[in-house]
């Protein structure tokens, strides 16, 4: 299956629920990071759209 979806949907919450400039404060500092900063982010703004009440959740809810 195509991952276009993900991108889509990605694209469409950062639209929708986030506010304009919010780039200026999402900023990471980390030299040579383990997990990416677009990673972090974007499996925060999925768990954001699907309003899941912590990681945990989140992971439980991707497991099929």
């Known amino acids: ?3 276009r979806w993900l ?3 990605l694209r469409y919450v ?3 629920f986030l506010p304009k400039g919010w780039t200026k404060w999402a900023r ?3 030299k040579d990071p383990d997990i990416e900063p677009g990673t972090i982010w974007a ?3 999925i768990g954001f759209a699907l309003q ?3 990681l945990e959740e989140l992971e439980r ?4």
């Open 7 to 9: 991108k889509d949907f």
């Open 43 to 45: 499996t925060l703004l």
């Open 28 to 30: 990471d500092e980390r």
């Open 14 to 16: 950062h639209k929708v």
């Open 52 to 54: 899941a009440q912590s």
């Open 61 to 64: 809810r991707a497991k099929p």
């Open 1 to 3: 299956m195509s991952q």
